[in-house]
Each structure stands twice: as C-alpha cells, then as structure tokens.
C-alpha cells in the first residue's frame, strides 16, 4: 500500500510569483485535504477535495485554490505569493463522503518566499 | 485560525520516565486524534478516538477521550530515546456538514534524556 506522497520537497520562489505543489493521495483515499503548517505552530485547514469538487474551506483567501483530479491526486495552487505564505505545507488523505474518516498526512512540502 | 489548548509546550524528561499531555477546547469534538510530528517531516497518526469517555491504547501509549468532547489526554509509559518529537493532538467534528477538517492544537516538543 502506497502512502502519502507530496511534492516538490523543497521549494524557494519570490514575493508576488505563483507556485503549484502537488499530492498523491494513499492508495484506496477518495479524499484531500491541505494544510499550511508555521513554524512553531500546528497545521491549519485550509480546504479539502472529495470528487474533484472543493468541499470546505478554512480562513484563507482565494490566492489559495486547487484541483483534484480523476484518480483523486491533488493540487494546491498559491497565487501572488506573500513572505507570510513560507511555511510547511501537508495534505492529507481519506476515504469518506467527506466523511469522518481518519486523515493520513504527507511529508509536506517546505515554501520559502523570499 | 482557531487551535486547540495544548500543554505543556514543551517537556524535557529522562528515559524510563512517564509523560503525561492534554488538550482542552471551547467547543466539542465527535473524534480526537493524536499525532508525533518529527523535524521535517508530516505528522504521522498514533491514536484515534471516537467516543467520549473511550480509552484507547497503542503499545506505550494511551489515550482518552473526555466525557465533555471538549478535552483529550495522552499519556506515554516508560519514555525511550525514539520518543523525542512534537505531539499534537486534534479535534474532528463530524456534524454531518461537508467537510471534516482537523483543528489542531499548537503541539507538545517532547525531549527524553538517555
């Protein structure tokens, strides 16, 4: 069984550009859901994807969107990038009607906006 | 964005010795989870709860879900070296609405002197 798998690891990119980070969901998941974790802090919600269609969001602007796609991997997409949005940034995976089922979570992807 | 209540923030413990964490909400929760965070890397899933007052345990550690559904508590026996990370546990309210997200708590850095 195949866990979850983000990407790039790594990511420095500059104030105002866009940057797309990437998750494949574990093997038998239906479900992402993406979270901004600051330093020192717990990670915070902010949407999750069930059948390609958003279905809930947390407290963060609409520069944040994303995608899910057929074979339920995920995009998150960060438009005009803001030395606030440097951080680690983890999805998650579940099997659920956006349901309660448990959520695994990648490795995460470090951005650093300089 | 809203976080849980979580203490202590930090412990420094020598090996062999019990921990004890907990965290508290203003709001209830139909599920607790608790999550161990290395550096660098994505939480990973060590217990789930799922019914006020449940007691779960994991090997060493164990896990119970308050009879309010406002708090939770995690205890680790017998700490060992590997045990060194930031616990974080998180509230899951599944109200039958569309999402599910995890709210988090701000995390426990657990050290263990050998």
């Known amino acids: 069984e195949t866990g979850v798998t983000q990407s790039p690891t790594h990511l420095i990119k500059t104030r105002g550009q866009q940057v797309t980070l990437r998750c494949s969901s574990q093997?038998?998941?239906?479900?992402v859901s993406w979270y901004q974790q600051a330093l020192g802090q717990g990670p915070q919600f902010i949407f999750q994807y069930y059948r390609e269609e958003e279905n809930g969001r947390g407290n963060f602007p609409p520069r944040f969107s994303g995608l899910q796609f057929p074979n339920y991997s995920s995009e998150l997409n960060v438009n005009a990038l803001e030395l606030d949005d440097s951080a680690l940034y983890l999805c998650a995976s579940s099997f659920g009607g956006g349901g309660a089922d448990t959520q695994y979570f990648g490795p995460g992807t470090r951005l650093t906006v300089l | 964005g809203q976080q849980l209540n979580q203490s202590p923030q930090s412990m420094f413990i020598q090996e062999g010795e019990d921990v004890s964490m907990n965290c508290t909400s203003s709001s209830i929760f139909n599920t607790w989870l608790w999550y161990k965070q290395d550096p660098g890397e994505g939480p990973v899933l060590l217990i789930a709860?799922?019914?006020?007052?449940e007691l779960t345990s994991n090997g060493r550690l164990t896990a119970q879900f308050g009879i309010t559904r406002k708090d939770s508590f995690l205890n680790i026996s017998a700490s060992i070296p590997s045990d060194v990370g930031i616990y974080f546990c998180?509230?899951?309210?599944?109200?039958?609405?569309?999402?599910?997200?995890?709210?988090f708590g701000k995390g426990t850095l657990l050290t263990v002197n050998p």
């Open positions: 093997s038998g998941h239906n479900t």
């Open positions: 709860l799922y019914k006020a007052g």
């Open positions: 998180a509230g899951q309210l599944n109200s039958g609405g569309s999402n599910y997200k995890l709210t």
